[in-house]
């Protein structure tokens, strides 16, 4: 009976963890599905016809539309792309130019974007219904209605729905803006057409989601604005791309219940899109039902999906930056249209990015690489990395009226806005999340480190209670793996949201939480946290937390990290309980050269001309590890009381997914054992060339210059006592 009583109990969490409201809404949606109620009301809407400019908007020829948006009477963020040309040639300046245009020649060789920083080849317009990795294609004919977001047939879908986001429009516009090459908007109207060719109204596998038919409405939306002026924009192709936008929101607006439930950026998605259609095209005799309604479900979703400290539900820093984006592109229109958004919309937002700037690196503009991925890079408007948030910083300090970052190339995506960021000299820096948020941050501008500790009220997504990263002179030393691929071959099924990827302690081989589902976690890990500072210094230096995640087991984890100004950092990971139980502390750490020695486990790395010092030890003897591209690429020391390392054990370590589908060489560090509680675990990191290691009387010291600086006992206590202290100080204060 355990079995059968597991799974019971398993699927009552399950019901539990979506809820009364989004499992019927969730049940609604398969119902619609599975009973043919949706295809019947697909089929009703199909062939072009159906969405004539006459029936959809009676009285208003599309030489009127069109018109109507080249002099201005109906306002976009701009009125002529051409016009922004100089100022985009100042932003960008002489390379950056370069690499616009270049980016537009590629795509009309049919090289297109994929996941903000991949190109794959799929000829232009592109071959809409095939996968570009493995090369299989979705049948153009295959009802959406009766299909999945994988198969064997076809492999991952987002690979196919990608270029149907239509987001190679926008390095068309900004090559069309900087040389007036009438080659770009051929090319965006030639796609367009073709895509209307193959994809009949509600017909095929590319309306499968209603997320997509919104990013493709803001995304025709933005290109026809900046084509409008062009020869190539014919009343015709007006007319065409008016009712194709109308029906996507008619799309959209079919499958809400669906989105509802899912509580995520779907929601906010699909009604941006919504509300974009109807604000931006009055004519549309359903736009002011198109309009009210994404007003009422962005508002619904932003109080949801948002707390009050500025955190995205998603717990994903790219899903924040997406929802960022969609939001600021909301208010921006609203400005310029002046439509009513409830204030909270405003309000929430701006938490939102306020809790965003926390976590850009000063240095380079990047943020860790945190949560969920998929790759979404909705508005690519500026050159850089995928992971530089400068380009959103600078756009959502101009839209909101804040203070800016100097000017750069992430000043473009305000440009194209109509906005300009404000800078502000001397500016203070941003504000610390509070510890509510479960994201605490301490250290300077130029070390500093993330750590996760927070108590979940929605599902998680990733099993990462006290994942650690750790940044120094704009490095991201100690990091997230990432994602790689939501549906991918075992274990590339999103198999990098397990604990044992993260830089945390893994006990007995498990996850912090129980797996129900490739996206669904039960018996919740929960953790609290807090930061201390010396009375010298402004930012917080220590931080002290814990979680419940091995309860199951009777084991607390708790985690110390100490930032030692200057000189490097040091965490102290305590493994409480009883019993013996197997044990895994892993770092990830970036691929750079090193070296390896034993006794105690060490790794240097070289960066340039630094060299950063990687220490672990254990108050019991273990196995310790390198392992890159899941092969162990160290030495591996053992004891009597270490656990085996096994090809098994490593298959998922040293990778890392910079953006999804995409997976690269990382360094993983793995020190294990088997043994009975506690446990301590001891890592130094040491980042100045002056400062090494010594035991003394069961303590480690680190010294600089022959001055200990730091002391730490290696031995396991049980109940943990705070005992490393950096030496000039003597008595510490909770911050904030």
Not at 69 to 78: A, P
Not at 152 to 169: H, M, N, T, V
Not at 437 to 456: C, I, P
Request: aromatic share 10%; net charge neutral.
């Amino acid at each position: 009976m355990a079995k059968p009583l597991s799974k019971i109990g398993t699927l009552l969490q399950v019901g539990r963890t979506f809820g009364m409201r989004d499992g019927m809404l969730r049940l609604e949606y398969e119902l619609q599905r599975g009973s043919g109620l949706m295809s019947w009301r697909m089929r009703s809407v199909q062939g072009w016809d159906s969405w004539d400019l006459k029936r959809i908007a009676p009285g208003v020829p599309a030489e009127e539309m069109r018109a109507a948006r080249r002099d201005g009477t109906r306002r976009f963020f701009f009125t002529d792309a051409q016009a922004l040309g100089k100022s985009l040639r100042k932003i960008v300046e002489i390379d950056g130019e370069e690499s616009v245009l270049a980016e537009a020649q590629s795509i009309l060789a049919g090289n297109l974007p994929f996941f903000g920083q991949l190109s794959f080849a799929c000829e232009f317009p592109p071959r809409w219904f095939r996968n570009p990795v493995t090369g299989q294609s979705v049948s153009p004919g295959q009802p959406w209605t009766q299909m999945r977001f994988a198969s064997p047939a076809y492999g991952d879908l987002k690979f196919i729905l990608e270029p149907s986001r239509f987001l190679f429009a926008y390095p068309l516009v900004r090559a069309y803006a900087l040389s007036g090459d009438e080659r770009f908007p051929q090319a965006f109207w030639d796609s367009v057409e073709e895509w209307a060719r193959h994809n009949p109204p509600m017909a095929g596998p590319l309306w499968i989601c209603g997320q997509e038919c919104s990013l493709r409405i803001l995304a025709w939306s933005f290109a026809l604005h900046a084509f409008v002026n062009s020869p190539s924009t014919t009343n015709e192709r007006v007319a065409l791309l008016v009712s194709m936008i109308a029906a996507h929101a008619w799309r959209a607006a079919q499958t809400l219940g669906y989105a509802r439930s899912q509580r995520s950026n779907h929601l906010i998605s699909e009604a941006v899109g919504l509300w974009t259609a109807g604000t931006l095209y009055p004519e549309l005799r359903e736009a002011q039902v198109w309009q009210n309604l994404g007003a009422h479900l962005l508002h619904e979703a932003v109080l949801d999906q948002i707390t009050p400290e500025g955190v995205s539900q998603q717990h994903s820093f790219n899903y924040q930056r997406m929802i960022l984006h969609l939001l600021l592109w909301t208010l921006r229109l609203a400005d310029v249209h002046r439509a009513p958004l409830h204030e909270d919309i405003r309000a929430r937002t701006q938490t939102a990015f306020d809790f965003m700037r926390a976590w850009v690196d000063p240095v380079s503009g990047c943020v860790p690489n945190y949560g969920s991925d998929d790759g979404s890079m909705i508005l690519p408007l500026a050159p850089g990395a995928y992971r530089d948030f400068r380009p959103l910083l600078q756009l959502g300090a101009a839209v909101l009226k804040l203070p800016a970052l100097k000017p750069g190339p992430w000043d473009e995506a305000a440009l194209w806005f109509g906005v300009k960021p404000a800078v502000v000299e001397n500016a203070a820096p941003a504000s610390l999340p509070s510890a509510e948020s479960g994201y605490f941050r301490l250290g300077d501008e130029t070390s500093w480190a993330m750590v996760r500790a927070g108590r979940y009220t929605r599902r998680p997504f990733q099993a990462d209670q006290l994942q650690m990263d750790l940044w120094w002179q704009g490095i991201n030393l100690a990091r997230d793996a990432g994602t790689y691929l939501y549906n991918g071959a075992i274990p590339w099924n999103n198999g990098l949201a397990g604990t044992a990827v993260h830089n945390t302690v893994t006990v007995d081989r498990r996850d912090q939480m129980r797996r129900a589902g490739r996206f669904l976690w039960v018996d919740w890990a929960q953790a609290s946290g807090r930061l201390y500072s010396s009375p010298a210094r402004a930012c917080a230096d220590r931080f002290e937390g814990e979680h419940d995640g091995y309860r199951r087991f009777g084991v607390r984890h708790h985690r110390m990290v100490q930032w030692l100004a200057g000189a490097g950092w040091v965490i102290v990971d305590d493994i409480q309980g009883a019993a013996v139980h197997d044990l895994r502390l892993h770092w990830l750490v970036a691929d750079l050269p090193y070296e390896v020695s034993d006794s105690p486990f060490e790794v240097v790395f070289a960066s340039g001309q630094s060299r950063i010092r990687w220490t672990i030890l254990a108050s019991i003897p273990g196995s310790s590890a390198v392992v890159r591209t899941g092969k162990q690429a160290g030495s591996a020391t053992g004891k009597s009381s270490a656990l085996e390392i096994t090809a098994a054990d490593t298959q998922l370590l040293g990778w890392e997914s910079p953006t999804y589908g995409d997976l690269r060489p990382a360094v993983s560090l793995v020190y294990q054992t088997r043994s009975q509680l506690p446990v301590r675990f001891v890592t130094a990191i040491l980042t100045d060339e002056r400062c090494r290691l010594e035991s003394e009387d069961g303590r480690l010291v680190v010294l600089r210059d022959e001055s200990a600086v730091y002391r730490v006992n290696l031995s396991a206590k049980a109940p943990h006592t705070a005992e490393g202290q950096p030496l000039a100080v003597s008595v510490q204060r909770e911050t904030a």
